[in-house]
């Protein structure tokens, strides 16, 4: 491949050079990258759930936890009756969900990985207060595993490491003996999943816009969102931010796009009955 014909394929993910390798995102309809089959990234997410499961201190309030499975299936089912009913493919067909409820009040976050793994830690609770808030976060959370943004972000990876394999080669195999002797690199896993480091901006308006459409499916009141963006920005004051409010775009970019979607979204995505 050209170098010219290389960048314009990785800077846009123009498809014309490998069709095979790219996929459409559901409902946006945009064109992205593809290279790692679902089912590889699906298992390892897999695996990095059960990590974090032991190692975490789970939080005893069944209670909550049995409310973020409500809100959660009640997601669940709207996506796949969205794409039953529209006769298209559902793309959480492979998904085996799953949800823990992480005792940790400093941490206001949440995450789904690739294949429905769901976490809320305790922390984020204050901010989202009531279902519709949570539904938003949730929703927000589950509109990038739906959208696949994980395989696009390692489809990317790949292509980085066919540089970095190039390096190597040139440097006599220095990075793969460095690599051999530190081992698993789980933070970069963590990376690749989206949990420890925000989606670019594309996927995160993209997340945005798609959880207000699976929100307003599943019967929440998707205004809410604006509402909890002031009492994460209140809390927040500068300190660590979580992923669903990664600061690209900026809050204020956000909040605006989200205010516009939010009545189109409403009268073009209605509730499901019987969820
Ligand atoms: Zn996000």
């Not at 990234?41 to 309030?61: C, G, H, P, V």
């Not at 003996?177 to 989606?199: E, H, Q, W």
Request: aromatic share 8%; proline share 4%; with cysteine.
């Amino acid at each position: 491949m050209k170098r010219r014909n290389f960048i314009k394929f990785v800077g846009t993910c123009c498809c014309s050079a490998l069709l095979y390798s790219c996929s459409t995102v559901p409902i946006t309809e945009r064109r992205q990258l593809s290279i790692i089959p679902e089912s590889v990234l699906n298992r390892q997410a897999a695996a990095a759930y059960e990590k974090i499961r032991n190692k975490s201190k789970l939080s005893d309030d069944k209670k909550t936890l049995n409310k973020i499975k409500t809100i959660g299936k009640k997601i669940e089912e709207a996506v796949n009756q969205y794409f039953i009913k529209n006769n298209l493919d559902n793309p959480t067909s492979s998904f085996d969900w799953d949800y823990i409820l992480i005792d940790n009040d400093k941490i206001k976050n949440a995450w789904c990985m690739p294949g429905g793994k769901i976490a809320v830690y305790s922390g984020l609770l204050p901010i989202t207060k009531n279902d519709d808030g949570l539904a938003a976060v949730m929703g927000h959370e589950v509109a990038h595993a739906v959208a696949k943004h994980s395989i696009e972000r390692a489809s990317r990876g790949v292509l980085v490491n066919i540089g970095t394999a190039a390096v190597d080669i040139a440097s006599g195999g220095a990075l793969s003996r460095t690599s051999r002797a530190t081992g698993v690199n789980v933070s970069g896993m963590l990376r690749k999943f989206g949990i420890d480091n925000p989606f670019n901006r594309k996927q995160e308006s993209e997340a945005d816009y798609l959880g207000l459409i699976f929100s307003s499916l599943s019967g929440f009141e998707i205004r809410e969102t604006i509402l909890i963006w002031e009492r994460m920005q209140k809390a927040q004051k500068g300190k660590n931010i979580p992923e669903w409010m990664s600061t690209h775009p900026s809050t204020k970019k956000r909040i605006s796009s989200l205010n516009k979607w939010i009545p189109e979204i409403m009268l073009k995505y209605p509730p499901i009955k019987n969820i």
